[in-house]
């Protein structure tokens, strides 16, 4: 079954430097999302992304994050200036119907 | 807003013990409703749906049946494996296949032998 990739797996930054995720979403998909998850917590949505623009973002998305389809096969999450409550596990996810698959995630650590 | 509410744990069961995961949700609409399962060190994977009420989704020996009358969307298995300890998530969303997905909390399991 074709899946979701991300990389890095593991990315480690200093604080106020820019990060880039990025994620292959499957081929035919059309809606792309991000969603984070701080440890021990709960699965949180970021934004959604449809036909290069922002469908739908949260709260959490202010303007230091960017989302940026820069091709064909990629999508990408910028973190501008990062802060130490980014670290996080981020999960690039994307769907066709009803049936929304997840990547195995990029854990984010901010010193 | 949309929520999901589950029970949290730590959930720990004997090899081939009955699990029953409670789930109940709030929503504006009709959702379709999912449980996801981590595995250690793994990412997100879809376990199970349902897209309407009295659908009963089921993988792996789990299920899990849409009830709207009280909101709910517990998950069962009748006889847990080792391999079953993860976390399991609870999660809706809105009508119309592209909405973003709501999770709950999560809830771990483990399985001893």
């Known amino acids: 079954e074709p899946e979701v990739t991300q990389t890095p797996s593991h990315q480690v930054t200093q604080m106020g430097q820019e990060v880039i995720l990025r994620c292959v979403p499957i081929?035919?998909?059309?809606?792309f999302y991000w969603y984070r998850q701080i440890l021990g917590q709960k699965v949180e949505f970021l934004v959604s992304?449809?036909?290069?623009?922002?469908?739908?973002k949260s709260e959490i998305f202010d303007d230091q994050f960017s989302v940026e389809r820069p091709d064909g096969s990629n999508f990408t999450l910028k973190i501008r200036s990062t802060k130490l409550e980014d670290s996080a596990m981020y999960f690039c996810?994307?769907?066709?119907?009803?049936?929304?698959?997840f990547g195995p995630g990029t854990r984010l650590t901010v010193l | 807003g949309d929520s999901v509410t589950q029970m949290e744990g730590p959930v720990t069961l004997s090899e081939e013990a009955f699990l029953t995961i409670n789930c109940t949700y709030t929503?504006?609409?009709?959702?379709?409703l999912f449980w996801y399962v981590q595995y250690p060190g793994e990412g997100l994977q879809l376990l199970l749906k349902?897209?309407?009420?009295?659908d009963k989704g089921s993988n792996k020996g789990f299920e899990a049946t849409y009830r709207k009358e009280t909101t709910s969307f517990h998950l069962e298995k009748g006889s847990v494996q080792v391999s079953d300890s993860a976390v399991y998530f609870c999660?809706?969303?809105?009508?119309?296949?592209?909405?973003?997905?709501?999770f709950g909390i999560g809830t771990k399991l483990q399985v001893i032998p």
């Open positions: 996810a994307s769907t066709q119907k009803e049936k929304q698959l």
């Open positions: 929503a504006t609409g009709y959702p379709s």
């Open positions: 992304f449809y036909n290069n623009e922002i469908s739908e």
């Open positions: 999660a809706l969303s809105e009508t119309g296949g592209y909405q973003k997905v709501t």
């Open positions: 081929s035919n998909h059309l809606y």
């Open positions: 349902a897209t309407k009420a009295d």
